[in-house]
């Protein structure tokens, strides 16, 4: 049945090739949209986990905190599970590092009064269940005596991770609606395929043949254009990925992410093409199910 | 073979195409259907085919009401039907050959048994030698040759034609008759609707006469003449 089916499937495309490539050609350009987004997604996942894995917590220390309190801190931070390293900067260094990273400031800041505070430099363990606990300690770092500020990386990536998430679930709704445009493509092109068979098609009925072979060709026929159209989606965003690799990476260095950008992993590639059999078929099923 | 009861045919309100139709069919038989066009005789062979389902009456074939078969019981009943039709219906772009395997490679027959059977089938009717072409390239009397070996080669148990020879001349009309009568001489059971009454009188078997959607008359099965 399934080579039936197949055959069937390859003689109604090429009996209407231009109808077909069209058809193909909307569901590449859909499936594209939905590859980049995949794309954009993933490597941006990258960058974000990478980020998350080197945050940090900087405790600021108020200039007349004693040394005893201020090793009594680094002494429980050191010890508490969230936490990989406890460094302490002194007022000196602070100002030290900002007149290296910034000589052209220099001048600004002068060396008679340094408005830099102590503070600790807290290296976070990057598992998730380290970043929870964080979570409590950063707030109760707050309340406590000889505590100025405390400035948290993981707030503002938590804040940049639910942008990212809106941007992605946008993109998906937009290659959602691409994809369903394109299904509307081949189910016309099915249709137009099953009028061409329809003398084939009225004998079927009367000889009794079962419906599985009546719609199977529609239905090899839609799974056929939507996936071949997911793969030549595959290959143009292999093709832009492949051009654009070495400004991309640029790009996300500049975001200060060690980090090169990759195509699609397999399962992502696997579940485009997947997708584009699965939403051919079910397009040359809906529209064979008018024959009855 | 064939029994209806009552059988009616109504195409909107009050249009009936048949009404009230009482027949008997027995298995073996060959019958004609005649009448005047839009007499009903393509509506009946519809109704036997399950192309279209009665407004009123019921139709039994083999014991089977028509009227309560499921979906897969109508494929099944089909499988047991040869239809052969005035415009022929064949496929243009298969060969004589496909057009008639095309019946068995639906229903999933082994492939040899599909070469086997249509290649004895289209012999019994006179085209082995035209297995390779196309529908266009034959005459209308093979055309319809091809078509009743598609409607054989299943071996059914009852043949419906309607108008088989609405689209020959004379001497092929005599010809596929000729392929009817060999169908019925093996104990098929075969139902043919033609307005040509010349044709009639040559075969000479029972003649079910149809007017306005009802029967006219239907005399006990006459002598064939050949």
Do not use: C
């Not at chain 1, 100025?148 to 990386?153: E, Q, S």
């Amino acid at each position: 049945m399934l080579a039936y089916a197949l055959s069937e499937a390859l003689v109604n495309i090429r009996r209407a090739s231009q109808s077909a490539a069209m058809s193909i050609g909307t569901i590449a350009i859909a499936f594209l949209t939905l590859g980049g987004f995949l794309l954009f997604s993933e490597n941006l996942g990258a960058v974000v986990e990478r980020w998350a894995s080197a945050a940090e917590l900087s405790v600021y220390l108020r200039d007349d905190i004693d040394a005893a309190a201020r090793d009594a801190l680094i002494a429980e931070l050191s010890s508490h599970p969230a936490v990989a390293a406890v460094e302490f900067v002194a007022k000196d260094q602070a100002l030290d590092r900002f007149t290296t990273d910034f000589p052209e400031l220099g001048d600004v800041v002068g060396s008679a009064d340094n408005p830099f505070p102590p503070s600790l430099e807290v290296r976070l363990r990057p598992d998730g269940a380290a970043a929870g606990a964080a979570d409590a300690m950063a707030a109760q770092l707050t309340e406590r005596s000889g505590v100025a500020d405390v400035r948290y990386d993981r707030q503002w990536l938590a804040r940049l991770l639910g942008v990212v998430t809106t941007v992605r679930l946008a993109g998906l709704a937009i290659a959602a609606v691409l994809v369903l445009g394109a299904a509307f493509t081949v189910a016309a092109v099915v249709r137009l395929s099953l009028d061409a068979r329809h003398v084939e098609l009225d004998i079927m009925q009367l000889v009794g043949a079962p419906f599985a072979f009546i719609r199977g060709p529609s239905i090899a026929e839609g799974a056929l254009l939507g996936g071949v159209g997911a793969v030549l989606s595959l290959a143009a965003l292999w093709a832009v990925f492949v051009a654009l690799r070495g400004r991309l990476n640029e790009a996300v260095a500049a975001l200060g992410a060690s980090t090169d950008v990759k195509f699609l992993g397999p399962e992502n590639a696997l579940l485009l093409v997947v997708a584009g059999l699965s939403v051919g078929a079910i397009a040359g099923l809906i529209v064979s199910r008018v024959v009855r | 073979m064939i029994e209806t009861h009552g059988l009616g045919k109504a195409y909107g309100r009050g249009l009936y195409a048949l009404r009230d139709l009482n027949l008997k069919v027995d298995k073996g038989e060959f019958v004609f259907l005649t009448g005047a066009s839009g007499a009903g005789k393509s509506t009946l062979l519809r109704l036997l085919l399950l192309q279209d389902r009665p407004s009123e009456g019921v139709a039994i074939v083999n014991g089977r009401n028509l009227a309560r078969m499921s979906r897969r019981e109508i494929q099944a009943y089909r499988r047991s039907v040869g239809f052969v039709f005035q415009d022929f219906k064949l496929v243009s772009g298969k060969t004589v050959f496909e057009n008639v395997s095309f019946a068995l490679r639906v229903l999933g027959t082994p492939i040899e048994q599909q070469r086997r059977r249509t290649y004895q089938v289209l012999k019994w009717v006179g085209l082995q030698h035209r297995l390779n072409a196309y529908p266009l390239e034959l005459s209308g009397g093979e055309q319809q040759r091809v078509a009743i070996a598609r409607a054989l080669v299943n071996e059914p148990q009852l043949v419906l034609a309607d108008e088989p020879t609405g689209n020959l001349d004379p001497d092929l009309s005599l010809e596929i008759m000729n392929l009817f009568r060999e169908i019925n001489a093996g104990g098929t059971t075969v139902l043919v609707a033609t307005h040509d009454r010349e044709l009639i009188k040559w075969v000479g078997r029972r003649t079910v006469h149809l007017e306005h959607g009802r029967v006219l008359e239907a005399p006990a099965s006459a002598a064939g003449s050949g």
